[in-house]
């Protein structure tokens, strides 16, 4: 008999080890909680006791969206992740105790937290400021928007395998909910979200300003900042674009971005475009985009109701293979397929340039990237809610909209200037960081976390916990 001489020669596999800390980077995660303010913050607006055994709410909250940054995808894997940590954080919180400090959530307690989030996000905005790249604002076509807060708005649907309050068939034919959220593109914090039933409807207006109103309470200064705000077509609605018309004031400049249903009155405005009006569309580096154009429509179509002021935008491209059955009788005999912006924007501050038609077009393009935030959010808790109850899964989806901010907050604090890291999606920061093994020994009086050297990324890792501690504590 030949003995094998593989990789597998004389190896045993046991579960015999001490020490070891799998998914080490909850000390990361955990760290921004902390500095940042929001582990005290919250402690201030939950319940509280000095009763043995009671597990404190504000640290059932944030370990749960630390462990919804590490891949939880309920709430016994979340239990069994702090179990498995209990060696650095202390005592677990059973999945009973996080169910209940959930379904405790009520609206009031909720509005608490939303202000608390506020608060602890206008410090870490302040620490963005000092970075040495400064504060991430956005760039398109090559112009970089200094000043300019940009808010998404867009739902997504989250199907459920299971009859749970709530969930009903979705526009999509599937079941489940809908929720809507908007989304900071500066910095890709979930600023805010609203749990709908599955057969809410996309254009609702009063949800759209629900959660427009929560989200400008999370940016920092919102009274007198410039912000821009970008939606899909259920985002072109009379109420809406008049509520963000009233939005400005003296102080405060809100300019907006919205998708446009195209009717019959748009194809004959279309109709009546010559063709020296088209001018070939750009790319987001601001270099043109052959074969594509853009122009300017506006007066071209009266019909009433709109706010005054508002333009409209139209790109046309050829059709692809899957747009043909889709086109319109216009389309066809014109060979183009069109789509149309709306806004109210004539001049964006200290951008040049910012009125242009071509320029106008790449801006609402951009808002494509919200489906990566909503990618991003789903691979961070939101792909199922885990409970039957309505308020318990509110309370999951809050807890994902944390682990959201501090993934974003440590990438954007402490990972700013690494390769790869800076703007690194959830299975790129688990594989590099927040899985990573670790050993935990005591020596000298302390305690050590230790890495293994040889790992590609152990100085990113040792760096970000050093960037983390040195942060200034929320005042």
Request: hydrophobic fraction near 45%; charge should be positive.
């Given at each position: 008999?030949?003995?094998?001489?593989?990789?597998?020669?004389?190896?045993?596999?046991?579960?015999?080890?001490?020490?070891?800390?799998?998914?080490?980077?909850?000390?990361?995660?955990?760290?921004?909680?902390?500095?940042?303010?929001?582990?005290?913050?919250?402690?201030?607006?939950?319940?509280?006791?000095?009763?043995?055994?009671?597990?404190?709410?504000?640290?059932?909250?944030?370990?749960?969206?630390?462990?919804?940054?590490?891949?939880?995808?309920?709430?016994?894997?979340?239990?069994?992740?702090?179990?498995?940590?209990?060696?650095?954080?202390?005592?677990?919180?059973?999945?009973?105790?996080?169910?209940?400090?959930?379904?405790?959530?009520?609206?009031?307690?909720?509005?608490?937290?939303?202000?608390?989030?506020?608060?602890?996000?206008?410090?870490?905005?302040?620490?963005?400021?000092?970075?040495?790249?400064?504060?991430?604002?956005?760039?398109?076509?090559?112009?970089?928007?200094?000043?300019?807060?940009?808010?998404?708005?867009?739902?997504?649907?989250?199907?459920?395998?299971?009859?749970?309050?709530?969930?009903?068939?979705?526009?999509?034919?599937?079941?489940?909910?809908?929720?809507?959220?908007?989304?900071?593109?500066?910095?890709?914090?979930?600023?805010?979200?609203?749990?709908?039933?599955?057969?809410?409807?996309?254009?609702?207006?009063?949800?759209?300003?629900?959660?427009?109103?929560?989200?400008?309470?999370?940016?920092?200064?919102?009274?007198?900042?410039?912000?821009?705000?970008?939606?899909?077509?259920?985002?072109?609605?009379?109420?809406?674009?008049?509520?963000?018309?009233?939005?400005?004031?003296?102080?405060?400049?809100?300019?907006?971005?919205?998708?446009?249903?195209?009717?019959?009155?748009?194809?004959?405005?279309?109709?009546?475009?010559?063709?020296?009006?088209?001018?070939?569309?750009?790319?987001?580096?601001?270099?043109?985009?052959?074969?594509?154009?853009?122009?300017?429509?506006?007066?071209?179509?009266?019909?009433?109701?709109?706010?005054?002021?508002?333009?409209?935008?139209?790109?046309?491209?050829?059709?692809?293979?899957?747009?043909?059955?889709?086109?319109?009788?216009?389309?066809?005999?014109?060979?183009?397929?069109?789509?149309?912006?709306?806004?109210?924007?004539?001049?964006?501050?200290?951008?040049?340039?910012?009125?242009?038609?071509?320029?106008?077009?790449?801006?609402?393009?951009?808002?494509?990237?919200?489906?990566?935030?909503?990618?991003?959010?789903?691979?961070?808790?939101?792909?199922?809610?885990?409970?039957?109850?309505?308020?318990?899964?509110?309370?999951?989806?809050?807890?994902?909209?944390?682990?959201?901010?501090?993934?974003?907050?440590?990438?954007?604090?402490?990972?700013?200037?690494?390769?790869?890291?800076?703007a690194a999606e959830p299975d790129t920061m688990r594989f590099r960081l927040y899985h990573l093994p670790a050993r935990l020994a005591d020596?000298?009086?302390?305690?050590?976390?230790?890495?293994?050297?040889?790992?590609?990324?152990?100085?990113?890792?040792?760096?970000?916990?050093?960037?983390?501690?040195?942060?200034?504590?929320?005042?």
């Amino acid at each position: 008999m030949v003995e094998r001489t593989g990789w597998d020669r004389r190896l045993s596999v046991v579960a015999d080890g001490k020490g070891l800390v799998g998914h080490a980077g909850a000390v990361l995660l955990r760290r921004c909680a902390d500095r940042t303010g929001m582990t005290g913050a919250l402690a201030k607006v939950l319940p509280s006791s000095m009763v043995a055994g009671w597990r404190d709410r504000a640290g059932v909250l944030v370990h749960l969206a630390v462990a919804i940054v590490l891949g939880a995808s309920n709430l016994s894997e979340a239990e069994q992740l702090q179990l498995h940590h209990r060696p650095l954080f202390g005592p677990e919180a059973s999945d009973s105790t996080a169910r209940r400090a959930l379904a405790a959530l009520d609206e009031t307690t909720l509005a608490k937290i939303g202000k608390v989030r506020a608060r602890v996000r206008r410090h870490v905005w302040g620490l963005l400021h000092l970075r040495p790249g400064g504060f991430p604002w956005l760039t398109v076509a090559g112009k970089r928007l200094r000043g300019w807060i940009v808010i998404d708005l867009d739902a997504t649907v989250i199907t459920s395998a299971s009859k749970k309050a709530g969930a009903a068939v979705t526009f999509k034919k599937t079941y489940g909910f809908h929720p809507l959220a908007a989304r900071c593109a500066n910095t890709t914090e979930s600023l805010s979200m609203l749990l709908r039933p599955g057969n809410a409807g996309a254009n609702t207006v009063a949800d759209h300003i629900a959660v427009l109103t929560d989200a400008l309470t999370q940016i920092p200064r919102s009274p007198a900042a410039k912000i821009l705000i970008r939606a899909d077509g259920a985002g072109a609605t009379h109420g809406l674009l008049e509520h963000l018309e009233a939005l400005n004031t003296t102080r405060r400049t809100v300019r907006y971005t919205v998708g446009w249903k195209i009717t019959e009155d748009d194809e004959k405005a279309i109709a009546r475009l010559p063709g020296s009006a088209w001018e070939t569309s750009v790319h987001q580096d601001g270099s043109l985009q052959e074969g594509y154009f853009v122009a300017e429509l506006t007066g071209l179509n009266t019909r009433e109701g709109w706010p005054e002021g508002m333009r409209l935008i139209v790109r046309r491209v050829r059709p692809t293979r899957r747009h043909l059955k889709k086109l319109t009788a216009f389309e066809k005999k014109t060979g183009w397929r069109y789509c149309i912006t709306a806004t109210n924007i004539r001049h964006m501050w200290g951008v040049a340039g910012s009125g242009h038609a071509q320029f106008l077009d790449v801006l609402h393009r951009s808002h494509a990237g919200v489906e990566d935030r909503v990618r991003t959010n789903k691979a961070m808790g939101l792909d199922n809610l885990p409970s039957q109850s309505w308020e318990v899964n509110r309370g999951w989806m809050l807890a994902a909209n944390i682990a959201a901010d501090l993934d974003a907050w440590v990438r954007l604090l402490a990972l700013h200037d690494i390769d790869d890291l800076a703007a690194a999606e959830p299975d790129t920061m688990r594989f590099r960081l927040y899985h990573l093994p670790a050993r935990l020994a005591d020596h000298a009086r302390r305690r050590w976390l230790r890495i293994e050297r040889t790992w590609p990324w152990a100085t990113a890792f040792t760096t970000c916990w050093q960037r983390l501690t040195a942060l200034p504590a929320l005042p």
